[in-house]
């Protein structure tokens, strides 16, 4: 199967660990990141996708994206 994560965060590090820990865990980048302002807080903030193929599982919508 197939999997699929849209990581969203601050922009700041604690986007870039989310990113890289996910990296770790065998997920892929899927394009670039994106950037947009959030103005009732007054921050930038980051997405990325990331996907990631898992051999021997069948998806449900069940399925905790975070436990891969």
Do not use: I
């Not at 950037?35 to 807080?41: I, Q, R």
């Amino acid at each position: 199967m197939r999997l699929y994560r849209f990581l969203t965060g601050p922009d700041d590090s604690s986007f870039c660990h989310k990113v890289t820990a996910a990296l770790n865990k065998g997920w892929l980048l899927h394009g670039s990141p994106t950037y947009t302002f959030d103005s009732l807080a007054g921050v930038m903030r980051c997405g990325q996708a990331v996907y990631k193929e898992v051999e021997g599982a069948d998806y449900t919508p069940e399925t905790k994206l975070g436990d891969w």
